[in-house]
């Protein structure tokens, strides 16, 4: 965490001093050459017209330069040196400045252009230097000086002031970046708390969640995430109980059974028989419920073989073979409608157990004398499958909970008649690993009624 709000904090200062350094340079570097333009073209103008006015003297003295100067009324600069056409001054006021323009001034007599403008000192110095040239060639130079401290210090203040903000908003933004950070660890420590709450257990908890932003959006995930992990460990308890209990049931009357015939002696042959055969019967029981779990554990493992063409039609007709003789015991009448060329991509095992599933719960929770009728009809798109019986039906507030793990309408019921409650989630687990549906209504005047649908294939799936 200490790494991330360093990382967080140092990137809001690189940023804020990169800003602050744009902030500093750019505006100030501006305004200098903005006044290096206007100085340049302030100086070149007036040496332009001076020049101009002495290029019309027969020769450059100081009398005739004078009287110029005095008709211009060239003033305001800081020193003014007019040459002749041997770079010697003619005129110079301000002679105790030095020779230091000197070098510019011979660079005008040779017909040479020189300005300089430079900001240092708190102050602009700026100086041109240019010929004077007539037709019949040049007769001598002009040299203009300035030195200007008002524009410098209105820009120095400018640079003070910027600076001064320049303070305020590093500090506010140091003292903002500082709380944006700890708003940020605190709602993420918030977050890890939380994960580490329901790692240890406690599926129950919620974390609140405020705002509209990404971390609020991840703060909604995880909830939901864990209403998920809540719903899968409720499914989890529940499953291992009603396993157990499965499994503990017949065993204990396995166990039962087992003891009556060892702790008594002289038990009559026709009464061992019996329970040997009820040991059996529990033993099919018990065998029958132990495949369910592991057809089921194997689907929750994605572990699918692949699909193949499956003839709907000879399916149903195998299992009503095997389901017969239980019709027959129940005096259940079977009614058939199967239409040919009802084929679909999955396995011939999964077909049968949800055929034989639905027509052996139609048969087993049926009145006496009742019937089933099945149904298989295709079209261009889906081959459907319906699968109705006049049984007791299922209430429509159970109809939701149908097709959970071990659940029964009644309980008593579905165990009398050897159901585990595993039968239709089977069912439904391999309906819709096949990319089908499964829905199940109330079949007119009693009765329930079970569609299955599945996507009709083409003849380039089935090889056909």
């Known amino acids: ?4 709000r360093f990382k967080i904090f140092a990137f ?3 940023l804020l001093v990169l800003l602050l350094v744009m902030l500093n340079t750019l505006p100030m570097s501006s305004s200098r050459d903005l006044v290096f333009e206007e100085k ?9 017209i001076l020049a101009s006015s002495l290029s019309g003297l027969e ?4 009398e005739s330069a004078g009287e110029v100067l005095g008709l211009l009324d060239v003033d305001g600069y800081d020193r003014i040196v007019i040459t002749d056409e041997a770079g010697k001054p003619v005129y110079d006021s301000a002679p105790a400045a030095g020779t230091e323009a ?3 001034v011979l660079s005008a007599v040779t017909g040479k252009t020189v300005f300089r403008s430079s900001f240092k000192d708190g102050a602009f110095t700026s100086s041109f230097a240019m010929p004077v040239a007539t037709s019949a060639g040049l007769m001598g130079a002009v040299y203009l000086y300035e030195h200007d401290s008002e524009r410098a210090e209105i820009i120095l203040d400018i640079q003070s002031r910027i600076l001064t903000v320049s303070v305020v908003i590093g500090f506010a933004a140091i003292v903002l970046s500082v709380l944006f950070s700890e708003v940020l660890m605190h709602r993420l420590k918030e977050l890890v708390s939380s994960m580490r709450i329901v790692a240890g257990g406690d599926y129950k908890y919620r974390l609140s969640v405020h705002g509209q932003d990404e971390l609020s959006e991840l703060g909604e995930e995880f909830n939901a995430l864990t209403a998920r992990l809540e719903d899968t460990e409720t499914q989890r308890r529940r499953f291992v109980s009603d396993a157990s209990h499965e499994l503990k049931t017949p065993l204990a009357s396995i166990r039962l059974l087992a003891d009556s015939l060892l702790q008594n002696d002289g038990v009559p042959m ?3 028989k019996e329970f040997v055969s009820d040991i059996g019967h529990e033993a099919e029981r018990l065998q029958r419920t132990t495949e369910k779990l592991l057809d089921l554990s194997r689907r929750d493992d994605g572990v699918l073989v692949a699909p193949e063409p499956v003839d709907v039609k000879q399916v149903t007709i195998d299992a009503l073979a095997l389901l017969k003789p239980l019709a027959d015991e129940k005096k259940v009448r079977i009614r058939c409608s199967l239409e040919d060329g009802s084929v679909i991509m999955a396995t011939t095992d999964d077909m049968f157990h949800i055929v034989f599933n639905l027509m052996e719960n139609a048969v087993k929770y049926n009145v006496e004398g009742g019937s089933v009728n099945i149904d298989l009809a295709s079209d261009d798109e889906t081959v459907n499958l319906s699968v109705a019986d006049t049984g007791i039906g299922i209430p429509e507030e159970d109809r939701l909970n149908i097709f959970s793990r071990f659940y029964r309408v009644d309980k008593a019921r579905s165990r009398e008649a050897g159901g585990s409650g595993l039968g239709l989630s089977i069912v439904h687990d391999a309906v819709i690993a096949h990319k089908g549906s499964i829905t199940v209504g109330q079949n007119k005047p009693q009765g329930s009624v079970f569609t299955v649908s599945f996507p009709r294939p083409t003849s380039e799936e089935t090889g056909i």
């Open 102 to 104: 000197m070098g510019d």
């Open 270 to 272: 026709d009464t061992v």
């Open 12 to 14: 809001m200062a690189v």
């Open 40 to 48: 340049h073209s302030s100086l070149s103008g007036r040496a332009a």
């Open 1 to 4: 965490m200490k790494s991330i």
């Open 59 to 62: 020769r450059i003295t100081e």
